[in-house]
């Protein structure tokens, strides 16, 4: 047996545990001091009615003969894909149901397409960004070339025409600096693509924080996308499915054999979502189910603008926050991103995340998120003021 010795050349992240550990010494020695975490990821509002009562349906369903279901279609149920189709619609995109597929969420395909694709692609990826991306590729071997993402061009890098690559990934809004792509910009990576004959892999797990037509939601409203772009998407910060895991991939029938080789893998090695958890995906797209998720996006949102706002008061240089959940700052007094951790926790009891844990252009910043409570944020706030004006 040989084993894989890509993973030797994996770094390790001890971002998190870093975080917990420090943040477990500080409250041991100060056990008075209340800490407020504006570093969590993750969704805090719990699924909305709409969803809980498409699941306890699908529930009862399972439980009787007639409409109890076994295996499903791999790609996913017609009823979620219908409804998929029709949420692209409404953002002028059109798709066909078989460029449509279900997924547990975004991670599991974003590491499951590369099964598509030869080892000997080059990867071009954002520095810096979700880490998934690089690790993935240093699994299978890749060569993985950065593109720099940085205070001058506001975290939103542009093709440079003089690097050559095969596979490149953009995630707008971005995390972690909650910067997005307008149209104008995406047109210049879905050209630059199209010149080189490589495939996009487009992460838009955050699009639901767009709230108007704006900026894009999907890659496809741009011309010219379905020819060299793969977009991922999810449920979880959408509508809090972070636990109940659903998402969805789109691979067009116009980049060629790319959509039946995807098929072909997903009947290979994946038997589907539980049926119970595409229904309540399916809820998500109905009228009530919109109208329900909005709400606990505008509740992360206020948050962001709260966030947003304090900075602004306290003259700290920051992007993202208006469309997404995430605030990427600008560490006070050229601070590096641990430094700027340790003297937020020990002045202010505020933790986040450091920059430097999503690539070597994150060093001097600092992520805050959105997902606390109002009450926690507002706090947390009230101590940013009090620290920085
Ligand atoms: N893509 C990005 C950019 C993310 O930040 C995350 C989760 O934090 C994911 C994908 C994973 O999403 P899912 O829960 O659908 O696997």
Redesign the pocket.
């Known amino acids: 047996m040989k084993i894989n010795k890509n993973y030797e050349n994996l770094e390790q992240s001890y971002l998190f545990s870093t975080v917990a550990k420090k943040v477990n010494e500080f409250t041991a020695k100060n056990p008075d001091k209340k800490v407020i975490r504006l570093g969590i990821?993750d969704v805090t509002l719990p699924l909305c009615k709409a969803v809980i009562g498409a699941m306890h349906k699908a529930v009862d369903e399972m439980g009787v003969q007639a409409t109890f279901r076994g295996y499903g279609p791999e790609q996913g149920y017609d009823f979620l894909r219908e409804a998929v189709k029709k949420y692209y619609l409404s953002h002028g995109v059109e798709l066909e149901l078989d460029e449509i597929f279900i997924s547990d969420?975004?991670?599991?395909d974003?590491g499951n397409i590369l099964d598509l694709f030869s080892q000997d692609n080059t990867v071009l990826v954002p520095d810096p960004v979700?880490p998934?991306y690089v690790d993935t590729n240093i699994m299978a071997g890749r060569k993985v070339v950065f593109a720099d993402a940085n205070g001058e061009n506001c975290f939103l890098p542009l093709p440079d025409k003089g690097v050559k690559a095969d596979i490149i990934y953009i995630?707008s809004p971005n995390?972690p600096t909650g910067a997005a792509y307008n149209k104008e910009q995406l047109k210049k990576w879905v050209d630059y693509a199209r010149e080189l004959g490589a495939v996009i892999l487009f992460?838009a797990?955050?699009e639901c924080f767009i709230d108007d037509n704006s900026l894009p939601h999907s890659i496809y409203e741009i011309e010219g996308a379905k020819e060299c772009a793969i977009e991922?998407c999810?449920l979880?910060?959408m509508a809090g499915f972070?636990g109940t895991?659903c998402?969805y991939t789109i691979v067009p029938k116009a980049l060629g054999k790319l959509n039946k080789m995807w098929l072909r893998r997903q009947t290979t090695k994946f038997n589907g979502v539980p049926y119970i958890v595409q229904r309540a995906a399916e809820a998500v797209f109905t009228e009530d189910g919109q109208k329900e998720i909005k709400e606990n996006l505008n509740y992360y949102k206020e948050n962001a603008k709260l966030i947003s706002e304090t900075l602004k008061r306290c003259n700290i240089w920051h992007v993202g926050g208006k469309y997404s959940p995430y605030i990427w700052l600008k560490c006070p007094n050229n601070m590096t991103s641990w430094e700027f951790f340790d003297y937020l926790l020990e002045n202010a009891q505020v933790v986040g995340t450091p920059g430097s844990g999503f690539g070597k252009n994150g060093e001097g910043y600092f992520r805050l998120t959105s997902f606390g409570s109002k009450e926690n944020t507002r706090e947390a706030m009230e101590r940013f003021e009090k620290l920085f004006m």
């Not at 969420?105 to 599991?108: C, D, E, N, T, V």
Request: aromatic share 16%; glycine share 16%.
């Open positions: 990821g969420g975004a991670k599991s974003l979700y998934v995630c995390n992460d797990a955050y991922f999810s979880s910060k972070t895991r998402g």
